[in-house]
T-cell receptor, first 114, second 111 residues
Framework: DGGITQSPKYLFRKEGQNVTLSCEQNLNHDAMYWYRQDPGQGLRLIYYSQIVNDFQKGDIAEGYSVSREKKESFPLTVTSAQKNPTAFYLC?????????????FGPGTRLLVL | KQEVTQIPAALSVPEGENLVLNCSFTDSAIYNLQWFRQDPGKGLTSLLLIQSSQREQTSGRLNASLDKSSGRSTLYIAASQPGDSATYLCAALGGYQKVTFGTGTKLQVIP
């Protein structure tokens, strides 16, 4: 089945710790995205990547880092510099022609701070 | 900066009723508008994407319309069912860095 997988489903972070969220897609999409969802707010864009080995900051990139070494994978690292990391993190992908195409989402990772 | 508003924030209807969800956006320079469904604790499921050159898209009991000039989109759900209970989100797609989501309408369909 084609789709997007995210792991883990739940992640606990200790103060001062970096943690990495996994996102994999087998849709052969060029573009991938990371969003953060907080209660009562719309999804906010953290980073996006139009193509392998290239990525751009979104609206709230501070305290986060990404890599795009393979077309299928777009991991997100939440660094210790992110002071309020508790949220639901969603990864998405699209064909990537213009940035206006249908976006497909993974099941999400909920990050909690211990 | 694009702003997307969804009203109402919550809606409760009896089973079988037809209903309309609203989405408004401030910047009409968008490629497309996409409607999603989100169940509690889950990711987003794409329902419909309306291209900027289209006015309507239909999928089963769902019909979405788009009026770029007025900055409005509606999602019409016919003959609602309890399984339609979820949060419905719209997103204005203006390019890679210009994807703006609304905060959603939480729908409850009462049996």
């Amino acid at each position: 089945d084609g789709g997007i997988t995210q792991s883990p489903k739940y992640l606990f972070r200790k103060e001062g710790q970096n943690v990495t969220l996994s996102c994999e897609q087998n849709l052969n999409h060029d573009a991938m995205y990371w969003y953060r969802q907080d209660p009562g707010q719309g999804l906010r864009l953290i980073y996006y990547s139009q193509i392998v080995n290239d990525f751009q900051k979104g609206d709230i990139a501070e305290g986060y880092s990404v890599s795009r070494e393979k077309k299928e994978s777009f991991p997100l690292t939440v660094t210790s510099a992110q002071k309020n990391p508790t949220a639901f993190y969603l990864c998405a992908s699209s064909i990537g022609t213009s940035g206006g195409e249908t976006q497909y989402f993974g099941p999400g990772t909920r990050l909690l701070v211990l | 900066k694009q702003e997307v508003t969804q009203i109402p924030a919550a809606l409760s209807v009896p089973e079988g009723e037809n209903l309309v969800l609203n989405c408004s956006f401030t910047d009409s320079a968008i490629y497309n508008l996409q409607w999603f469904r989100q169940d509690p604790g889950k990711g987003l499921t794409s329902l419909l994407l309306i291209q900027s050159s289209q006015r309507e898209q239909t999928s089963g009991r769902l019909n979405a319309s788009l009026d770029k000039s007025s900055g409005r989109s509606t999602l019409y759900i016919a003959a609602s069912q309890p399984g339609d209970s979820a949060t419905y989100l719209c997103a204005a797609l203006g390019g890679y860095q210009k994807v703006t989501f609304g905060t959603g309408t939480k729908l409850q369909v009462i049996p």
